[in-house]
């Protein structure tokens, strides 16, 4: 992109008396704004700019080329499940009948969405292995407080006081940024030198303070990409001291056709829609963070909730539940009280339609193969790249592999040059610097959507970056040199903040 | 352990034919998959979960759906939407979403795959687009609600307004209480109560008066002291533009903070959050030309006071230089963040509704300073225009007589609600949503024709009370 002509803010391309917009002229203008008081009114005219269409959209479409999305290479960025995002899912979503429902037009005139909605509750509880799903949620962090709110009011439920919760050193941010939000406190579990739960920390912590813990939170595959071999011992002793199992679905992918959440004994978990179920991540949202439960607590799940009923004459139909839902399993003692609302209407409806295509897409047949070719994509990464990077835990991987940047330290060439030398190439960078188990982490996750070629070219490079680092450091360290920008300075940005365009202007002064 | 699976996943009732054992998302053929094996050492790609405890193996296949091609894929989602399945309605209700004119270039620049298809912008470098884009957001915002930052944007308006008040509550020093007037949105209130119930937030209830905000009640709590924070809507729920004079003096004196949750698209007409002294503005922001899409997505906004910078929950982009001297942009203040901070963080809002920002940045680009004033008027002069004629035919009154309002009201009407609704959507219209046994709330946007209005009061005139 040339940024001289084309790296302007919209403001600065504004000009007066230009308009990009046309409405109709004729309506009834008996009443205007002007009738409301001045102490009513805005003072000064809101200061949006004045551009023509075309102005318009060359200026973004200039910006859209700045970006780096899937469609446009490799996306190995672990943790995000950077798969693949279904070109005919956009199509089904953007049907003009989904886009002009209105969320409080009756059940009786929308049958149609709301089945989709209902199936896929339905679909997700059977992907899990559990009883009910939740799709209120918009995002996996969104799903993560649901979910913990799901258990405090289980516990609430129950008379009991618990406000500790387990998360293991390894686990995402989010997890205890989310406990904290929900009114628990955290309990840091710690890890095994091989990346996994140390049972023993776990049994001690739960001596000490088991009728006190409300839940353990749990990554599996954790952060590492590695499968907890001890899930069923764990899930086993939070039980017994009376707590519940949650399932951060953010590395279910891996999962999928091998195993379930449910049959592992957990109790509440939250699946990221734009990660295991195809949806775009759009730069940062919006996403989707559906959350499902066991039998038994159903009647704590956010509302509204999709049911499906049968009216006096015995017919089907969706129906809106705006209360609790409905217990399966009547329980002794547990009220019938749902946690309450955790956002405006339905949720991400668009975001859940593209779930639900890929699911109908993929079928029982391939849904089950998602699993096996990502473990098997990023097992023959962890194989092909372990000469030049240092591989910690050298077992099996599940859908991600972590290095702990190049083997050769000796060149000062950090994760953090690797990952920007990547980008001159024409990839988007690996995660890095997480999980905070290592110092270099370098986490790639390749998804089953990637061909042989793809990854052998991505090797390729990486093998070329190892080669670099001995032979010309400064260059990997100044990296990146072919991107529209070269490294920023984030120092500058957090010590003399300029977040709006109006304050950049005063800046100038 | 799960029993036998009884959820009912109604099939299409369509028969997949997908052709062999390749998959089109699936570029895997025989030979790369032996090569890739035997580059792991194992025999089979199974052998890859070898490490998983054999009790929690998943031995069968999903009770799921076969797959569908792409043929039977859209036959599917067109049977759905045949409008005896989906009704699309002329639309006469607000409550939180509204029907406005979305600009065709918005919809096609926001599939732009470079958007579409990537991550949170970690990697400045190569996400500047969306970065850039970000930048304009928050300007845009901090112009429409007149304070001073914004971030890069919340879930939806009823959590941008949670986190608000969770905001305000971990604020306060020797609080007691957090108060949110009735009129806001039940259905945003509902979202508050319930953070506020787990975050330890105790919420009173400011009982609403003739519609608006019980302005005695309030001064009486806000004098007894000890308030982390006042929460109102503008418009409020009912549509009624209230007067919010002194409520911030009231508030700041005690050290609380005064949030407003205001719908952006009246922004450019009515009084500001900030000219009403709020430290914090909140909202929905759909009405920016947003696809109502049955409610989600939408996109929370939150602008506030430089003061309260590094309490703001959500991202935020900020302009810095490259090491080429050059303008960029990237993702700051990172240290109010879950994966920096983890419990201690400001909040756990981690991605957003990132392309629903690019949608509204777009479209306030597109309607700009002008269009947006007109979309206003356009959709204050119909609403007026429908109120008269509903309370001219003789049928309805005016629930909150005097009130001024924007593009939205409440009106009484004595006969079967539900039964005058059946009629309109017989007719094709949504008239409005039922918020009391017999008052109906009807909201009016620049869609709306003269004749839709002309024909919604002909058919409600129609009906037998």
Known sequence: MNRTLYGNLIFELSKRGRKGYSLPQDYDRTHTTAELPASLRRKDVARLPECDELTVVRHYTNLSHNNFGVNDGFYPLGSCTMKYNPVINEEIAAMKTFASLHPLQSAETCQGALEIYYNLQQSLAELAGLSEFTLNPCAGAHGELTGLMIIRAYHEANGEVRTKVLIPDSAHGTNPASAAVCGLEVVEVKSLPDGTVDVEHLRQLLDEMGPQVAAMMMTNPNTLGIFEPCVLEITDMVHKAGGLMYYDGANLNALLGECRPGDMGFDVMHINLHKTFSTPHGGGGPGSGPVGVRKGLEQFLPTPHVVLEKDETGESRYAVACDAVKQSSQQQGVSQSSLGSVGSFFGNFGVMLKAYAYILSLGREYIKQVGPLATLNANYIKESLRDDYLLPITGLCKHEVVFDGLRDKSTGVTTMDVAKRLLDYGYHAPTIYFPLLFHESLMIEPTENESKETIDAFIDVMHRIAEEAKSDPEMVKSAP?????????????????????WQAEADKG | MKEKQDAKVTAPSLTGRVGGGSFKYFPHTEEDLQEMLKT???????DLFADIPEAARFGRDYNLPQALSETDLR?????????????????????GCYDHYAPSVVQN??????????????????????????????????????????????????????????????????ATRLLVAETVDPKVRRVVDTYAHFHGVPIQLIPAKNGSLDREVLDQELAAGGVAGVIVQQPNYFGIIEDYTGIADAVHSQKGLFVINANPSDLAILKTPAEWGADVAVGEGQSLGIPMTYGGPGVGYMACTEKLMRKLPGRIVGQTLDNRGQRAFVLTLQAREQ???????????????????????????????????????????????????????????????????????????????????????????????????????????????????????EILGKVNQ
């Open chain 1, 481 to 501: 040199h072919n991107t529209p920008i070269g490294r920023v300075d984030d120092v500058l940005a957090a010590k003399h903040p300029i977040l709006t365009y």
């Open chain 2, 40 to 46: 792991v050492g194992v025999s089979s790609v199974h």
């Open chain 2, 75 to 95: 036959l599917f989602f067109e049977q759905l939407t045949a409008p005896f399945n989906t009704q699309q309605l002329i639309c006469f209700a607000g409550a």
């Open chain 2, 109 to 174: 620049i926001i599939q732009r795959s470079e958007f579409l298809t990537s991550y949170t912008p970690y990697q400045a470098e190569i996400s500047q687009g969306t970065l850039h884009y970000i930048f304009e957001y928050q300007s845009m915002i901090a112009e429409l609600t007149g304070l001073d930052i914004s971030n890069a944007s919340m879930y939806d308006g009823a959590t941008a307004t949670a986190e608000a008040a969770m905001m305000a509550w971990d604020n306060a020093k020797k």
């Open chain 2, 339 to 457: 994966h920096i901070r983890r419990q201690k963080a400001t909040s756990n809002i981690c991605s957003n509704q990132s392309l629903m920002a690019l949608y509204v940045t777009i479209y306030l680009s597109i309607m700009g300073r002008e269009g947006l004033r007109e979309v206003a008027e356009m959709s204050y002069a119909g609403a007026h225009s429908l109120r008269d004629k509903l309370i001219a035919s003789g049928k309805f009154k005016d629930t909150f007589p005097g009130q001024p309002f924007f593009n939205e009201f409440c009106l009484d009407y004595d006969g079967d609600l539900d039964t005058l609704l059946e009629v309109a959507t017989e007719c094709g219209y949504l008239a409005g949503v039922k918020v009391g046994e017999h008052t109906l709330m009807l909201a009016v946007t620049e869609q709306r024709t003269p004749e839709e209005i002309d024909e919604l009061c």
